[in-house]
Nanobody, 125 residues
Framework: QVQLVESGGGLVQAGDSLRLSCAASGRTFSSYVMGWFRQAPGKEREFVATINWSGVITYYSASVKGRFAISRDNAKNTVYLQMNSLKPEDTAVYYC??????????????????WGQGTQVTVSS
């Protein structure tokens, strides 16, 4: 498995932007499908975005499509989540996740084998 550490969360106002980073350990980072999920208080963890090993294929939840962008830098073992036009409903703990295997647009958290500790994003109105 790969170890993941998120950073970049914080308190912002509606309409602001944030960029989350997720640093991964291990030599095989480039082989992993990477994803971002989030969990708001009292709610289940939900899919945000995924990206394939090369960064060419990305997939987003309907609630963030057009506002968020996932990317990766395999040379730096890092995946990013650029979040623009933030809304109060984006408030959640954001988790980075990794899994092996082929990319298949899955949005199920259970298939991801490695998780970071999460970073809090709070958007005030």
């Amino acid at each position: 498995q790969v170890q993941l550490v998120e950073s970049g969360g914080g308190l912002v106002q509606a309409g602001d932007s944030l960029r989350l980073s997720c640093a991964a350990s291990g030599r095989t980072f480039s082989s992993y499908v990477m994803g971002w999920f989030r969990q708001a208080p009292g709610k289940e963890r939900e899919f945000v975005a995924t990206i394939n090993w090369s960064g060419v294929i990305t997939y987003y939840s309907a609630s963030v499509k057009g506002r968020f962008a996932i990317s990766r830098d395999n040379a730096k073992n890092t995946v990013y989540l650029q979040m623009n036009s933030l809304k109060p409903e984006d408030t959640a703990v954001y988790y980075c996740a990794a899994r092996g295997g082929s990319y298949d647009y899955t949005t199920t958290a259970a298939v991801f084998s490695s998780w970071g500790q999460g970073t809090q994003v709070t958007v005030s109105s």
